[in-house]
Nanobody
């Protein structure tokens, strides 16, 4: 069974940077969208950023615009989230997500903790 494997989470001070990466354990056909979600304690899971696999168009939550950058490598089935100028409010478990189509498939990573504190 295919897995999404995340890496790059950890502990960083406010203003610091982290890069999260996610790779499929094997090739996934017909990926439409790749993205990152996060969930902080007591809050709903929210979309952080996503990217349309074929054309590279991106979408960001207002709270991370101009600080985070999402990118992908379709050939490698990977998606990356570059996080800059991190704030304490960014502390959450971050989840990688791939949406594939025909048939519809929705894949999730196991989650990786990002903690921003001094």
């Amino acid at each position: 069974q295919v897995q999404l494997v995340e890496s790059g989470g950890g502990w960083v001070q406010p203003g610091g940077s982290l890069r999260l990466s996610c790779a499929a354990s094997r090739s996934i056909s017909s990926i439409a969208v790749m993205g990152w979600y996060r969930q902080a304690p007591g809050k709903q899971r929210e979309l952080v950023a996503n990217i349309v696999s074929t054309v590279g168009t991106t979408n960001y939550a207002d709270s991370v615009k101009d600080r985070f950058t999402i990118s992908r490598d379709n050939a490698k089935n990977t998606v990356t989230l570059e996080m800059n100028n991190l704030k304490t409010e960014d502390t959450a478990v971050y989840y990688c997500n791939f949406v594939a189509v025909t048939p519809f498939r929705n894949y999730w990573g196991q989650g990786t903790q990002v903690t921003v504190s001094s």
